[in-house]
């Protein structure tokens, strides 16, 4: 395909914080294999002074409008797509407003604070007939691709009985400003929401192989030492499940008090392991597959800038086609991922204000 005959998103962009700036500077990257072209059509943020600052520096070969309000880009004729990159407890709010407006979205994960939430998001976009997708990126990549391919079809390490996967982010709660973003439980801070949602997701990807499977869950969480205990949230989640039927199993962890080293992700099977290594359990970067007899293969993917764009270009490539959903990334998985965070907050006496 040329230029021109590749499917084009405008882009609104609400939030301006790290997450964005990422995303935004993805989207503007010149790619000899893009399969999209993207256009940052409009910025919405507190400020006008903050809007113009985000826009010049993360996609300054682009002219989008910027207003000091979220409503702004909701309303904008020019804008195809709202990309939410604002703190997760305001996803709920900010998707029901694009969705109203009849704009498609694309939501960071967690996509929301809970299931219900996430069912009543899903629901007013159905209504509305618009796109909906939570931007769980780390799908999207080519090795993530290549990783599934040789576990579930080409069988490479046989039948699969474990998977570890773990997600350790040094960002203690301790001594930091209360009111951050990582550190306030109003502003949706806490291990689980924050980085375990990769881990459960790795162990999603390689055992939630059969339609309608729940998997048995056990959790325990460390919580941080806020004074009032209901400010505390967890700096550190251990999870297990477990899934009889296929006599497999799952740990996942996730922590504010320790980087994970190199390799995250372990896959046990029959007939040999797959470790995942990368830079963070969110953005993968190599596989090795070691055989029973130990012999190693390693498969590097490099990925240049940081690799949004592979969700982007699906959601272009998904409205191209008219789909209101992503086949990689569907709304009944995001629910059963936020169904899976219930239990484990629940089970661990957490509970986020809705």
């Not at 006008?48 to 880009?73: H, I, R, T």
């Not at 780390?138 to 990783?147: S, Y």
């Amino acid at each position: 395909m040329t230029a021109k005959e590749l499917p084009s998103l405008r882009w609104g962009v609400i939030g301006c914080g790290l997450i964005s700036t990422w995303f935004v500077s993805d989207l503007v990257l010149s790619r000899s294999d893009a399969a999209a072209n993207h256009t940052i059509a409009a910025v919405g943020s507190s400020s006008l002074g903050k809007g113009n600052k985000f826009a010049s520096e993360n996609c300054p070969s682009q002219s989008p409008a910027v207003y000091d309000s979220y409503a702004g880009v909701y309303n904008d004729p020019n804008v195809d797509i709202v990309y939410i990159g604002t703190p997760h407890p305001l996803h709920h709010k900010n998707v029901l407003d694009a969705v109203a407006a009849g704009k498609h979205v694309l939501c960071e994960k967690p996509m929301a604070m809970n299931a219900q939430q996430g069912q009543e998001m899903a629901e007013a976009a159905r209504e509305k007939g618009v796109f909906l997708m939570e931007a769980m990126w780390t799908r999207f990549f080519p090795i993530t691709k290549e990783l599934q391919r040789l576990v579930h079809e080409e069988k490479t390490i046989g039948d699969v009985a474990a998977v570890w996967a773990d997600f350790g982010i040094y960002m203690p709660t301790k001594g930091r400003n209360p009111a951050s973003r990582t550190v306030s439980k109003k502003l949706g801070a806490g291990a689980l929401l924050d980085v375990g949602i990769y881990s459960l997701t790795w162990a999603s990807l390689l055992l939630d192989t059969v339609p309608g499977t729940t998997p048995d869950i056990s959790a325990n969480m460390i919580f941080s030492d806020h004074e009032q205990p209901d400010d505390r949230v967890d700096e550190q989640t251990a999870i297990v499940l477990r899934y009889p039927e296929q006599r497999a199993q799952a740990i996942c962890t996730a922590s504010l008090l320790y980087k994970t080293s190199e390799i995250f992700a372990r896959i046990q099977g029959s007939k040999g392991t797959i470790s995942v290594g990368g830079v963070a359990a969110s953005k993968p970067g190599f596989l090795v597959v070691t055989a029973k007899d130990g012999v190693e293969r390693k498969m590097e993917f490099p990925v240049e800038g940081k690799g949004f764009y592979y969700e982007a270009d699906a959601v272009a490539r998904d409205l191209q086609a008219g789909r209101l959903e992503n086949a990689t990334c569907p709304l009944h998985t995001t629910q059963n991922m936020l169904s899976r965070m219930d239990s484990i907050m629940a089970s661990c006496g957490l509970s986020y204000q809705s």
